[in-house]
């Protein structure tokens, strides 16, 4: 049974961090280009970050970059974002993504995800 499993969300203050984790099963994590889309309350779900599974190659969108990193533990088959100088708009539920292709991702196509997590709620609020 395939299943991604997203966990670390929280509250957290302003300027503060989490790590989000992503934990792969039933499949290959490094067979895909792997990533995060978040949904804010009354937003669409949008990409977020992304990395190859080529290269390692990473992807982010512009509100985040500089204070996201994302990464991969292929023997762990886990995804990792570690999210630093959070803002009260990064509030949303996180859930990470198999992909074929990074660009979806950043293109925000929900539509040809592979694989969906069931998300993970991330709460930034002073």
């Known amino acids: 049974q395939v299943q991604l499993v997203e966990s670390g969300g929280g509250l957290v203050q302003p300027g503060g961090s989490l790590r989000l984790s992503c934990a792969a099963s039933?499949?290959?994590?490094?067979?895909?280009?792997i990533g995060w889309f978040r949904q804010a309350p009354g937003k669409e779900r949008a990409g977020v970050s992304c990395?190859?599974?080529?290269?390692?190659?990473?992807y982010y969108t512009d509100s985040v970059k500089g204070r996201f990193t994302i990464s991969r533990d292929n023997a762990e088959n886990t995804l990792y974002l570690q999210m630093n100088s959070l803002k009260p708009e990064d509030t949303a539920v996180y859930y990470c993504?198999?992909?074929?292709?990074?660009?979806?991702?950043?293109?925000?196509?929900?539509?040809?995800?592979?694989?969906w997590g069931q998300g993970t709620q991330v709460t930034v609020s002073s």
């Open positions: 993504a198999a992909v074929s292709y990074c660009e979806l991702v950043l293109a925000s196509r929900r539509s040809l995800v592979d694989y």
């Open positions: 039933g499949f290959t994590l490094d067979y895909y280009d």
């Open positions: 990395i190859s599974s080529s290269d390692d190659t990473t």
